[in-house]
Protein backbone atom coordinates (compact mmCIF):
# COMPACT_ATOMS: atom_id res chain seq x y z
CA UNK A 1 0.00 0.00 0.00
CA UNK A 2 1.36 2.99 -0.71
CA UNK A 3 1.25 6.66 0.74
CA UNK A 4 0.85 9.86 -1.31
CA UNK A 5 1.87 13.42 -0.56
CA UNK A 6 1.97 16.45 -2.40
CA UNK A 7 3.56 19.54 -2.26
CA UNK A 8 4.53 22.67 -4.18
CA UNK A 9 0.65 24.59 -4.45
CA UNK A 10 0.36 28.14 -3.68
CA UNK A 11 -0.58 31.33 -5.14
CA UNK A 12 1.05 32.30 -8.10
CA UNK A 13 -0.08 35.41 -10.83
CA UNK A 14 -1.64 34.35 -14.36
CA UNK A 15 1.26 33.45 -16.62
CA UNK A 16 3.36 31.87 -13.90
CA UNK A 17 4.84 29.01 -13.12
CA UNK A 18 4.36 26.46 -10.64
CA UNK A 19 6.13 22.78 -9.84
CA UNK A 20 4.08 19.85 -8.13
CA UNK A 21 5.80 17.38 -6.38
CA UNK A 22 4.19 13.74 -5.11
CA UNK A 23 6.48 12.03 -2.19
CA UNK A 24 5.52 8.02 -2.51
CA UNK A 25 6.40 6.04 0.22
CA UNK A 26 5.25 2.38 1.52
CA UNK A 27 4.91 0.82 -1.58
CA UNK A 28 7.02 -0.07 -4.81
CA UNK A 29 6.79 2.99 -6.56
CA UNK A 30 7.67 1.62 -10.12
CA UNK A 31 4.61 -0.85 -9.85
CA UNK A 32 2.29 2.24 -9.73
CA UNK A 33 1.13 4.01 -13.12
CA UNK A 34 0.14 7.70 -11.73
CA UNK A 35 -1.89 10.61 -12.18
CA UNK A 36 -2.39 13.86 -11.16
CA UNK A 37 -6.31 15.31 -10.83
CA UNK A 38 -8.17 18.31 -9.90
CA UNK A 39 -10.95 19.50 -8.32
CA UNK A 40 -12.30 22.68 -8.14
CA UNK A 41 -14.69 24.63 -6.10
CA UNK A 42 -18.27 22.93 -7.34
CA UNK A 43 -16.71 20.67 -10.14
CA UNK A 44 -16.33 17.25 -10.70
CA UNK A 45 -12.83 16.01 -10.30
CA UNK A 46 -10.87 15.64 -13.61
CA UNK A 47 -8.18 14.10 -14.64
CA UNK A 48 -5.16 16.32 -15.65
CA UNK A 49 -2.39 13.83 -16.41
CA UNK A 50 -1.21 10.47 -16.17
CA UNK A 51 1.79 8.73 -16.53
CA UNK A 52 2.76 5.15 -16.89
CA UNK A 53 5.19 2.97 -14.79
CA UNK A 54 8.36 3.39 -16.75
CA UNK A 55 7.50 7.03 -17.73
CA UNK A 56 7.39 5.66 -21.44
CA UNK A 57 3.92 7.53 -22.02
CA UNK A 58 1.76 10.14 -21.31
CA UNK A 59 -1.77 11.38 -21.32
CA UNK A 60 -2.47 15.29 -20.34
CA UNK A 61 -6.23 16.82 -20.57
CA UNK A 62 -6.58 19.02 -23.47
CA UNK A 63 -7.06 22.25 -21.24
CA UNK A 64 -3.29 21.73 -20.33
CA UNK A 65 -1.37 20.58 -23.21
CA UNK A 66 1.90 22.25 -24.20
CA UNK A 67 1.61 23.68 -20.84
CA UNK A 68 1.40 21.41 -18.56
CA UNK A 69 4.19 18.26 -18.31
CA UNK A 70 4.30 15.20 -16.08
CA UNK A 71 7.42 13.24 -14.97
CA UNK A 72 8.26 10.79 -12.71
CA UNK A 73 11.54 9.43 -11.37
CA UNK A 74 10.97 5.90 -10.14
CA UNK A 75 14.44 5.91 -8.01
CA UNK A 76 13.34 8.75 -5.83
CA UNK A 77 9.91 7.48 -5.39
CA UNK A 78 8.48 10.92 -7.08
CA UNK A 79 5.85 12.60 -9.43
CA UNK A 80 6.16 15.79 -10.87
CA UNK A 81 3.83 18.38 -12.43
CA UNK A 82 5.81 21.17 -13.92
CA UNK A 83 2.98 23.93 -14.70
CA UNK A 84 3.92 26.80 -17.21
CA UNK A 85 1.32 29.63 -18.53
CA UNK A 86 -0.82 29.22 -15.61
CA UNK A 87 -4.40 30.66 -16.36
CA UNK A 88 -7.17 31.41 -13.54
CA UNK A 89 -9.05 28.41 -14.54
CA UNK A 90 -6.43 26.31 -13.54
CA UNK A 91 -7.19 26.95 -9.97
CA UNK A 92 -8.21 24.08 -7.81
CA UNK A 93 -6.89 21.56 -5.63
CA UNK A 94 -4.60 18.86 -6.96
CA UNK A 95 -4.75 14.95 -6.22
CA UNK A 96 -1.85 12.45 -7.11
CA UNK A 97 -3.24 8.90 -7.41
CA UNK A 98 -1.61 5.64 -7.73
CA UNK A 99 -3.04 2.52 -9.34
CA UNK A 100 -1.20 -1.10 -9.64
CA UNK A 101 -4.34 -2.49 -11.38
CA UNK A 102 -3.74 -1.22 -14.86
CA UNK A 103 -1.42 -0.41 -17.04
CA UNK A 104 -2.96 3.02 -18.01
CA UNK A 105 -5.68 4.80 -16.45
CA UNK A 106 -7.11 8.38 -17.05
CA UNK A 107 -10.67 7.53 -15.08
CA UNK A 108 -10.74 8.43 -11.29
CA UNK A 109 -12.26 5.37 -10.43
CA UNK A 110 -9.12 2.68 -11.50
CA UNK A 111 -6.88 4.68 -9.00
CA UNK A 112 -6.44 2.95 -5.42
CA UNK A 113 -4.43 5.48 -3.74
CA UNK A 114 -4.35 9.46 -3.37
CA UNK A 115 -3.07 12.04 -1.82
CA UNK A 116 -4.39 15.19 0.77
CA UNK A 117 -4.42 17.79 -2.45
CA UNK A 118 -2.46 20.72 -2.44
CA UNK A 119 -4.44 24.08 -3.33
CA UNK A 120 -3.41 25.71 -6.49
CA UNK A 121 -4.33 29.65 -7.15
CA UNK A 122 -3.85 31.11 -9.99
CA UNK A 123 -5.06 35.66 -10.03
CA UNK A 124 -5.90 37.54 -12.83
Known amino acids: QVQLVESGGGLVQAGGSLRLSCAAS????????MGWFRQAPGKERELVST????????YYTDSVKGRFTISRDNAKNMLYLQMNSLKPEDTAVYYC?????????????????WGQGTQVTVSS
Open 97 to 113: AATARYTYAQRADRYDY
Open 26 to 33: GGTFSSYV
Open 51 to 58: IRKIADRA
